[in-house]
């Protein structure tokens, strides 16, 4: 028997929510195939990851799994990467939220969402550096979630009460361990102005989202701690932040880490002249760029 | 022809909404009656509050609004003064609030919420030397107000659904100049990690509210920033709240900058055991109290 599992892409932060916020959308996907081996171990079949387990975010989590569990039977593991790599996607999350769902059905382990996000934690260990459940709580609640609490972890799952689409835009820019890097860009301590300032304005965003409220959208997802100490991994983002909103797009923000940006649409938005501004912004950085229409991932019904 | 106004006593703050949020309840309420006089000049009839309109939150906010509007009417403004002063009940709010809504009617301005929110500021200066709309977004809005922006001011009504009831403990520990005090005792710089703490319990507080979840008001009403600088303010507070948390209050915060304490309760509450611990911690700090128990004024429809 085999199960094959998916998990989404997802971008983390939306702006004030570092570390709290996370969004999955429809743009790309994993998936994740195990069976039984007959054999002992872990092994992993991927073009596109580490085939060590302990390297590999999928990999650790079905060992800590496992390990967990005292389940002794050798796994084949077989990640079909859709999440492109290092573009502030979830990617690692993907992969490692997508092989826990399939162990979790493989041994009928009967594992809460939280128990899953927590599993799915430890291949973003592997991926870089730090475990941290946004993103994999994306892919294991789909829709907009809410980090209420790592330690336990506890996972909030937020209903959007408003329509709107997602224009992504994905710069080919790769660095090594960027995560690490993006991370390490922050500060460590900010002013008890700009912490009033964020956390009424993450408030005033999730208002928006729950009550279909587009201005509070709009008003609350702005950051000026996380994004703009970061400003130097994605140097054209302000630029197309300002067409953006001039163009009535519903609001902006830097996917995850970067460099990737998400950019929040609706019928009164004028998304023609946003892909064309941000064409000829990313041509004048000199950025080989894509750009995707997708919308929200709302539920995993699999 | 006069116009007589009510406004609620509110707690600001709640836990980690530090200049966020503010909640109006029923436990007291000032009244003002405007009347033109006549004459020319602001004249405050109050047994409990300045004389003096530059002096008075009250006066002030009439004062300006008079000046930016061109009204040049002698008005007699007659506070009458139910929230107790100066114990972090939102009473110069209260005044200030009651006052803009009584002139916005004589005057019949057709004021916006968030205009008469910016004017009843202005009340805040006389009181405690800055403006802050926390308190007097409750007395304009009533229930529960999130402040989106204090300039513009941008005021959200934040609709809670949940059933529960307030216990109100009131100590009678004056100070001078509390306020301002109670400010300066606020660190001006926090961690990121802190920030990041807080935001996410200001998150999971507002999701728990709107949907009417108990556990996640519970978890996301934690504060270690402001309640924990001031605590030389309340040393009872932590105490209180240990044994509210125990006999399963829904959560317990500091009103304001304090020394009230406000908790939170419902059916599931051991009410009268929190009664009797109060009263056993108050003796014990050798403090004068009074507990009330009251509601969530959740409407102002006169």
Same mark, same amino acid.
């Given at each position: 028997?085999?199960?094959?599992?998916?998990?989404?892409?997802?971008?983390?932060?939306?702006?004030?929510?570092?570390?709290?916020?996370?969004?999955?959308?429809?743009?790309?996907?994993?998936? *994740?195939?195990?069976?039984?081996?007959?054999?002992?171990?872990?092994?992993?079949?991927?073009?596109?990851?580490?085939?060590?387990?302990?390297?590999?975010?999928?990999?650790?989590?079905? +060992?800590?799994?496992?390990?967990?569990?005292?389940?002794?039977?050798?796994?084949?593991?077989?990640?079909?990467?859709?999440?492109?790599?290092?573009?502030?996607?979830?990617?690692?999350?993907?992969?490692?939220?997508?092989? *826990?769902?399939?162990?979790?059905?493989?041994?009928?382990?009967? +594992?809460?969402?939280?128990?899953?996000?927590?599993?799915?934690?430890?291949?973003?260990?592997?991926?870089?550096?730090?475990?941290?459940?946004?993103? *994999?709580?994306?892919?294991?609640?789909?829709?907009?979630?809410? @980090?209420?609490?790592?330690?336990?972890?506890?996972?909030?799952?937020?209903? @959007?009460?408003?329509?709107?689409?997602?224009?992504? @835009?994905?710069?080919?820019?790769? +660095?090594?361990?960027?995560?690490?890097?993006?991370?390490?860009?922050?500060?460590?301590?900010?002013?008890?102005?700009?912490?009033?300032?964020?956390?009424?304005?993450?408030?005033?965003?999730?208002?928006?989202?729950?009550?279909?409220?587009?201005?509070?959208?709009?008003?609350?997802?702005?950051?000026? @701690?996380?994004?703009?100490?970061?400003?130097?991994?994605?140097?054209?983002?302000?630029?197309?932040?300002?067409?953006?909103?001039?163009?009535?797009?519903?609001?902006?923000?830097?996917?995850?880490?970067?460099?990737?940006?998400?950019?929040?649409?609706?019928?009164?938005?004028?998304?023609?002249?946003?892909?064309?501004?941000?064409?000829?912004?990313?041509?004048?950085?000199?950025?080989?760029?894509?750009?995707?229409?997708?919308?929200?991932?709302?539920?995993?019904?699999?």
């Amino acid at each position: 028997m085999e199960v094959t599992k998916r998990s989404y892409s997802s971008s983390a932060n939306l702006g004030p929510g570092y570390d709290i916020l996370s969004l999955a959308h429809k743009a790309f996907f994993d998936s *994740v195939t195990v069976k039984k081996t007959g054999g002992a171990g872990i092994k992993i079949i991927s073009d596109s990851t580490p085939e060590n387990p302990e390297n590999n975010s999928a990999g650790l989590s079905v +060992m800590k799994i496992l390990g967990d569990r005292g389940i002794k039977d050798g796994l084949e593991v077989r990640i079909n990467k859709g999440v492109p790599i290092g573009l502030g996607l979830g990617s690692s999350g993907a992969s490692s939220s997508a092989s *826990v769902k399939a162990v979790n059905e493989l041994f009928e382990l009967n +594992m809460s969402p939280d128990e899953m996000v927590y599993y799915s934690m430890y291949g973003e260990i592997a991926a870089c550096g730090s475990a941290h459940p946004d993103n *994999v709580s994306s892919g294991i609640y789909g829709g907009l979630t809410l @980090i209420s609490s790592t330690s336990p972890v506890r996972v909030r799952k937020v209903k @959007i009460n408003y329509e709107m689409s997602l224009l992504l @835009i994905i710069p080919y820019s790769h +660095m090594e361990k960027k995560t690490q890097k993006a991370r390490s860009m922050v500060p460590d301590k900010i002013s008890m102005t700009d912490h009033v300032l964020h956390a009424s304005r993450i408030s005033t965003m999730l208002y928006g989202f729950m009550n279909g409220d587009r201005d509070a959208i709009r008003e609350g997802m702005m950051d000026d @701690i996380v994004e703009k100490s970061r400003e130097a991994l994605f140097p054209y983002y302000r630029q197309i932040r300002e067409k953006a909103i001039s163009e009535n797009a519903i609001s902006i923000c830097v996917s995850g880490a970067g460099p990737s940006i998400l950019i929040f649409t609706d019928e009164n938005t004028k998304k023609n002249e946003i892909i064309s501004n941000t064409d000829r912004i990313m041509k004048s950085y000199n950025v080989d760029y894509n750009i995707k229409e997708t919308s929200i991932l709302e539920d995993y019904d699999d």
